[in-house]
């Protein structure tokens, strides 16, 4: 018997609190720096952005996590112990140990399924969803609960506009099941790079194995994210582009057939000049980064939830969706829903 993966059900959820550009440009001057609502709605297409209270449990990275997963399963008709396999997509982790998704794996009782953590920073719903594609094609799982969330407000440098502008912090979640090869519902294709060259351009030096994060080190931030924005932006742009056309190309799909593009929300003008490049109006593009800022793994299975549930994604739709990250990780894959 040969299967294939189907997505099921997806989640999202979101802290209470909304940060707005106003806010930030208040926070920034108390430092003695300036931003405005104008630049960054002008220079990202960000218009608020949602921050976890740390001190309240029910907004930590799980939380948030748990919540998604469990509106995924009500939309999958599924419950916590049809759950075989936990892929957990973050890069800020509730904690180094264990696995965030041991945590999450508790708090959902999924009792039966085997749970991992996996960082491929903002790519990683897209990794964690052909992970859980080829488990399931092999026969070793029947339903896989990916999840991508992130509470990135605490390894943004407050004190750098170009960074804290940018981030916010969410969870989505989906149910991926086996289904007949012959099913037309399934993932169609999909496409992973990695090119750890380019690994400086994202990253937070501090708090690893390699360097603790000392008095001084802390004061210099460097338990925070550096990044280098103009740099990040060209090659964001000319590798969503190639990982949408080898997704397409592996189908032998043209453009003009495909019912929706989900990429992964980090600016507006990334998002517009991959749209332009592939040939895809805008009205093909779910975008949901003006009201949640980049949520990194977050990104695409909270702005897929999004168009599925309002129902601009309709069953046997044709979606493609596709992410790049700090790593540099980047992917896409194919779906029909
Ligand atoms: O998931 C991956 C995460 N990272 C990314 O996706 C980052 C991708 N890169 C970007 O989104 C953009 O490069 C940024 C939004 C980070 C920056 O936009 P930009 O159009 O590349 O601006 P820039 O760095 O070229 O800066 C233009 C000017 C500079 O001033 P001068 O040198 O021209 O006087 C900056 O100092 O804008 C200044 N600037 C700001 N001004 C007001 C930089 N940040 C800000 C700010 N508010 N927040």
């Keep these: 018997m040969d299967y294939a993966a189907r997505i099921t059900g997806t989640g999202s959820a979101f802290p209470e609190t909304r940060m707005t550009n106003d806010d930030i440009a208040l926070k920034l001057t108390e430092v003695g720096l300036k931003t405005s609502d104008q630049w960054i709605r002008e220079r990202t297409g960000i218009v608020e952005r949602r921050i976890s209270d740390v001190n309240n449990s029910a907004e930590h990275n799980s939380s948030l996590g748990e919540r998604a997963a469990q509106m995924a399963l009500e939309m999958a008709g599924r419950k916590p112990d049809d759950i075989d396999q936990i892929i957990y ?15 999450l794996q508790s708090k959902i009782k999924a009792h039966n399924a085997w749970a991992m953590d996996i960082n491929a920073a903002c790519s990683g719903f897209v990794y964690g969803t052909v992970i859980a594609e080829q488990f399931i094609r092999t026969g070793r799982s029947k339903t896989v609960l ?48 990695s090119d750890g060259r380019l690994s400086e ?44 056309l080898r997704s397409l190309e592996q189908w032998g799909m043209r453009v003009d057939r495909l019912d929706w593009f989900v990429p992964h929300q980090a600016n ?34 909270t702005a897929l939830d999004e168009a599925i549930r309002d129902g601009r994604i309709q069953p046997g739709q ?20």
């Design 89 to 103: 997509a973050t890069c800020s982790p509730d904690t180094i140990i264990p696995a965030t998704a041991c945590w």
């Design 146 to 193: 990916v999840i991508g969330a992130e509470v990135l407000s605490q390894f943004v440098n407050w004190h750098d506009r170009t960074i804290c502008i940018l981030f916010g912090d969410g969870a989505g979640a989906a149910i991926v099941e086996r289904e007949s090869a012959k099913s037309p519902q399934r993932i169609i294709s999909s496409h992973l790079v």
């Design 201 to 244: 351009l994202l990253h937070v030096p501090a708090g690893g194995s390699n360097m603790e994060i000392t008095p001084e080190r802390y004061a210099r931030s460097m338990h925070k994210m550096r990044m280098n924005g103009k740099e990040i932006f060209k090659v964001a742009v000319r590798t969503l582009t190639e990982c949408a």
């Design 268 to 301: 507006l003008r990334i998002i517009e000049a991959v749209a332009n490049r592939l040939g895809l109006p805008m009205d093909r593009v779910v975008v949901n980064l003006d009201r949640f800022g980049n949520t990194s793994a977050a990104t695409i299975p």
């Design 318 to 337: 044709t979606v493609l969706v596709d992410a790049f990250g700090a790593g540099l990780t980047a992917g896409g894959f194919l779906f029909r829903w």
